[in-house]
């Protein structure tokens, strides 16, 4: 199990700052949700968690190594990005997509060996696409075009994930489909994720730790009944509410009583 | 299964058009002479002269420049994520027929006029390259830096054209207007050896493509930066088009059209569509070719008029038929 950490992040885009001085650690096998306003940093530090966007200063560290010095074919194979639902301008097949995440393992011209179907297969059948596998990507519902990203990336078996607003877009039944399946993956076969997530609530079900970022700093970090408070929420979203325990999962769930005044 | 029953008849289909070519042609000939010309390649007979200088050595460079054309479009199109790019969106034409206009104004021909018109299609690519670097080289400001730089080159041309003498605009606009027909200034062995060996290279990087073309994330996934991956390809695939300008004018829509029907056959996985769509590229450019040259027989028509309607035609009927989504 590998987890990643992020060591005094400073970066931004050519000369403004977007997040500033930002530390956190993500326990192996644990899931983390990063959650903040839009504007917050959230893409901007997940573009860096991931290798897309050099830091100005600090450093993100896998399992200890500078992901900077860690070959991106190797980090593709240790770590795997999926990015925000998109639309994709190519009719690829949903099998055709996923068999992408083999790549790493393969490079340019190595053929695919039986090893690389088998997860292939298995990744569409536990993410339950085996069915549309010739379907074109743009032909899927939004809740099938996110589990096949979702099993594009998998199909890499990374050790870490990292997941960009996953939800949005999704209804509700897909929204707890997918994060329960998260959460079952970290605990039974040791991935690390790290996810950006809008809904409270849901980061509050589902996330084993939070941080809350603000104007590109950590206001908040800890369990979810630590970091969503009725103080946090109402300096970072400007945003009345009351906090009270789950009565049936003993996880904070946050009511929305309106804007502050 | 499919897809390499779709190469394999794609590759007969060449084949077979390549073989009908060598019976039709400009020069009116009968099949028994034809016949007669190919069974006896050293006869000095006007047949074995027409078939062997002239018909054969025509076929070679139309697939050749064929397949270039839109194994290039190929790899703009998923480049520049964009299936309306096309091998000339970024300028290449533009800048070779700066260079072609200027040779023919200072009265170059033969091989110098192909280097000053290689010159420019490499220049223009450069430019293009640097002016996106010089933003954040993305697709869109890298499609935007092509269409100021042609804009900016067509108005050069233009300004040539207006204080070069008539008899040059003449012949810069029939050499604008592409064609397949031997200038002699490069021998069809080089030119094939070019074009096979950069078109292998494509071949090398046809998983790229599929990752490009998802998008500047995807290209991690590979171990190569987004942006050193995409200059590559551009590159490569300028190169290409260069040769092709060079040689051949500015044959229009063959880069466009075919990747876009054949990726309805056999999918959007470039390691299948680069390959059909080369190969359905040389098909095309020669049925074309052969079609221009025996239409209107004894006159030649550009070999450009053809491939324009036919891509007109085909856009035409992609537009009526295919729903919205479809269309790309």
């Given at each position: 199990m590998t987890g990643l950490v992020a060591q005094d992040l400073t970066a931004g885009y050519q000369d403004h700052r977007v997040i500033d001085h930002v530390s956190f650690a993500v326990e192996p096998g644990s899931v983390f949700g990063l959650i903040g306003p839009n504007g917050s940093g959230k893409t901007t530090l997940f573009r860096c968690m991931s290798g897309l966007l050099k830091p100005f200063a600090g450093s993100v560290r896998l399992g200890g190594e500078d992901i900077a010095r860690i070959p991106k074919r190797r980090l593709a194979r240790l770590a795997a990005f999926i990015p925000q639902i998109h639309s994709v301008a190519f009719p690829y097949t949903v099998e055709e997509y996923v068999l992408m995440g083999r790549y790493p393992h393969r490079g340019r011209t190595a053929a695919f060996t039986p090893q690389d179907r088998e997860v292939v297969e298995e990744t569409m059948t536990l993410l339950d696409i085996a069915d549309v596998r010739d379907k074109r990507i743009q032909r899927l519902s939004g809740g099938e075009m996110q589990r096949v990203f979702l099993a594009g990336g998998l199909v890499q078996r990374p050790e870490i994930l990292l997941m960009d607003e996953?939800?949005?877009?999704?209804d509700i039944t897909h929204q707890v489909r997918l994060m329960t399946m998260l959460k079952d993956l970290s605990e039974r076969s040791g991935l690390t994720v790290l996810v950006t997530l809008h809904d409270l609530n849901m980061a509050g079900l589902y996330c084993t730790s939070l941080a809350l970022l603000h104007q590109g700093r950590i206001h908040a970090m800890g369990r979810p009944e630590e970091v969503l408070t009725r103080a946090n929420i109402e300096q970072v979203y400007q945003v009345r509410s009351e906090v009270c325990p789950?009565?049936?999962?003993?996880k904070p769930h946050v009511y929305f009583l309106g804007e502050k005044d | 299964m499919k897809r390499t029953a779709t190469i394999l008849v794609l590759f007969a289909a060449l084949v077979c058009t390549m073989a009908l070519a060598v019976f039709l042609g400009g020069t009116a000939l009968s099949a028994p002479e034809v016949a007669a010309a190919l069974l006896h390649p050293?006869?000095?007979?006007t047949a074995g002269v027409v078939i062997w200088e002239l018909r054969i050595p025509r076929i070679i460079r139309a697939v050749l420049v064929g397949s270039s054309l839109a194994g290039c479009g190929t790899v703009f199109q998923a480049v520049l994520r964009n299936p309306l790019a096309e091998p000339y969106t970024l300028g290449v034409s533009a800048g070779g027929a700066l260079g072609a206009t200027t040779a023919i104004v200072l009265g170059l021909s033969g091989l110098p006029m192909v280097a000053l018109c290689f010159t420019g299609c490499l220049a223009s690519i450069c430019l293009v390259i640097a002016m996106s670097v010089f933003r954040d080289f993305t697709a869109s400001t890298i499609i935007l830096s092509g269409v100021v730089l042609s804009f900016l080159l067509s108005s050069v041309v233009m300004f040539i054209f207006s204080v070069a003498s008539s008899r040059d605009v003449h012949a810069s606009v029939l050499w604008l207007m592409g064609?397949?027909?031997?200038?002699?200034?490069?021998p069809l062995p080089a030119l094939g050896a070019a074009l096979a060996f950069l078109l292998g290279m494509l071949f090398v990087f046809a998983r790229d493509m599929n990752l490009i073309s998802l998008g500047d994330e995807k290209a991690h996934l590979l171990g190569l930066g987004p942006g050193t991956l995409k200059a590559v390809l551009l590159g490569l695939a300028s190169l290409v088009t260069g040769l092709c300008v060079a040689v051949s004018g500015i044959i229009g829509f063959v880069g466009l059209i075919i990747p876009h029907a054949l990726r309805r056959l056999t999918g959007a996985d470039h390691q299948w569509l680069v390959p059909a769509s080369m190969l359905s590229g040389g098909i095309f450019l020669l049925a074309c070719d052969t079609i221009a040259q025996t239409a209107l027989r004894p006159y030649e028509l550009p070999v450009g008029v053809i491939t324009g309607m036919a891509g007109g035609v085909f856009f035409l009927a992609y537009l009526l038929k295919a729903s919205p989504p479809e269309v790309f």
């Open positions: 996953p939800t949005t877009h999704l789950d009565p049936y999962l003993s | 050293g006869s000095h007979t064609s397949l027909a031997d200038t002699g200034a490069v």
